[in-house]
């Protein structure tokens, strides 16, 4: 089974904080996500890795960064912490045939900021 | 941009039939997936269609209309444990990599 794990499932943070949210996949996959999902809202693309090193901006990439030194893992960073970041944060990733699902997604991380 | 429909929230009860609806309006569509969410979980995916027509996994079922701009879910003999909420989702293959964009969801309660 493909395994994706977020390194925290919930987390509290203050306004300012740098923060680094971690994911990591055993499946050699090289497409990795980062969303968020907020009530009402579904799931928002932030941003997107479809190899080492390399990124994507997604829908909604103000106030954050990734990093992908390696190909299992990929890092989410909140520069400045603001309270309108808190949210439920998921990594998924995926095998790289263009338009083929699934997409496999880790538990969440609910990350609230004070 | 990319914009997807779907009801917010449906209700049955066991044993019951019931169909989730999803339109969409987007460019580079490439295909319809569907993932379900129980509270507290992983998204996890259910179905995909890239072609017209119905797709059956089990008692889950999906189907694509690409002319319409739509696709449904369908649920057959409801379980309590199919209480969740299900997401469809586009494929979009404009930016040459799988990038989905994700409805808001539809919450379904199934009741004994």
């Known amino acids: 089974d493909v395994k994706v794990t977020q390194s925290s499932r919930y987390l509290v943070k203050r306004t300012g904080e740098k923060v680094f949210l971690e994911c990591v996949q055993d499946m050699d996959h090289e497409n990795m996500f980062w969303y968020r999902q907020d009530p009402g809202l579904g799931l928002r693309l932030i941003y997107f890795s479809y190899d080492v090193k390399m990124k994507e901006k997604g829908d909604i990439p103000e106030g954050y960064s990734v990093s992908r030194e390696k190909k299992e893992r990929f890092s989410l960073i909140l520069e400045s912490a603001s309270t309108n970041q808190t949210s439920m944060y998921l990594c998924?990733?995926?095998?790289?045939?263009?338009?083929?699902?699934?997409?496999?997604f880790g538990d969440g991380t609910r990350l609230s900021i004070l | 941009g990319q914009s997807l429909e779907q009801p917010s929230e449906v209700t049955a009860v066991e044993g019951a039939i019931v169909q989730i609806n999803c339109t969409y309006q987007?460019?580079?569509?490439?295909?319809l997936s569907w993932y379900q969410q129980h509270d507290g979980g992983a998204p996890t995916f259910l179905s995909y269609n890239a072609l017209d027509g119905l797709e059956e996994t089990g008692r889950f079922s999906s189907f694509l209309s690409r002319s319409d701009s739509y696709g449904y879910l369908l649920l057959q003999e409801l379980q309590m444990k199919d209480s969740a909420s299900y997401f469809c989702?586009?494929?979009?293959?404009?930016?040459?990599?799988?990038?989905?964009?994700f409805g808001t969801g539809t919450r379904l309660l199934v009741s004994p």
């Open positions: 998924a990733s995926s095998s790289p045939e263009t338009g083929s699902p699934p997409q496999h």
């Open positions: 987007t460019s580079g569509f490439y295909g």
């Open positions: 989702a586009v494929s979009l293959m404009n930016t040459g990599f799988q990038k989905l964009v």
